[in-house]
């Protein structure tokens, strides 16, 4: 479970953001630390049942709490969250999830934040190929469920890109640049004792989407793999 502590830590960092408090509280910080590394075994053992994650263990899904200040104007060394990533195995399986967890903004995300443009074009290209496949996807029970609200989102041109189509019924989502799907939760929902389960079918919930985009990825516009 994420708990009561763990929010207090965060919270007692975010308002002492500095080198000489956390060295201070550093038996603190390794405990809560420890405990996020268990939730996230817990919750890899859950996504293998219905993914193929590359990752080996809890410890190597939690990311450092340190922040890289070299190219920011924000010079807080520590981040006032816990972020857990996942990648999913093997050139074939494409994209990834994402678990923020901080007090007031405890969410999943998933999806592509910065594709590469040859990435990007072969994204576009299969969902102007297959957009009734793509929008049954997002117009899924399971998928407005979870990320209806937002659906997917992110930047987006305002015009639709050369090589495409003014008229492609696929306009409004081939002018994204991005491709992002993200669930909030309470931090009572953070709390619960069956955090683990919401957050497994969240990411169970991504997989139909993620598989459209690994597909686009991975074939030719003629169906050939690619690898």
Known sequence: MITKSNFTFLKALAKNNDRDW?????KTYEAEHDSVISFADEL???MNKHDNIENES???SVMRIYRDVRF???????????GIHFKRATKQLRGGYYLHIEPGNTFVGGGFWGPEPGDLKLMREGISADEKSFRKI????????HFGKNGV???ALKSVPKGFSNDDPAADLIKLKQFLITEQFSD???LSADFTKKVNDSFKAMRPFLDFMSYALTHDSNGIPLY
Do not use: C, I, Q, V
Not at 72 to 82: E, G, L, Q, T, V
């Open 138 to 145: 997002l117009n899924s029970k399971s998928f407005k469920d």
């Open 188 to 190: 009572a929902e953070a």
């Open 22 to 26: 956390f060295m201070a509280n550093k």
């Open 72 to 82: 920011s104007k924000d010079k807080s060394p520590y981040k006032s969250h816990w």
């Open 44 to 46: 890899l053992a859950l």
């Open 58 to 60: 809890g410890k190597k």
């Open 153 to 155: 989102h992110g930047e």
